[in-house]
């Protein structure tokens, strides 16, 4: 159970790092795929709620996304930087 805890405080961590830094670089959205349970605490929400469409559909509420400095989102398909679209 304890290496559980400190996996939790790691994935805590670098979530509060992440959206630190995305927010210092005035970036407008964060997004990601996982346990919306998990991530609700980082103020994360289903993607679909700001009318954002996941690449992938099945993937449901676990794509969620956060607006960043109080951008106003605009809806449509979510498309990862040109790079990842390679992977």
Known sequence: MLV???????VAALTHAVLAAA???DE????LLGEPAYYRRFGLRPASEFGIVAPDPRWGPYFQAR?????????G???????????
């Open 23 to 25: 927010e210092a670089r």
């Open 77 to 87: 398909r979510f498309r990862y930087a040109e790079p990842f679209e390679r992977l």
């Open 28 to 31: 407008t959205l964060v997004a």
């Open 4 to 10: 559980r805890r400190e996996r939790a405080g790691d």
């Open 67 to 75: 607006p960043l400095g109080g951008a106003t989102l605009t809806p």
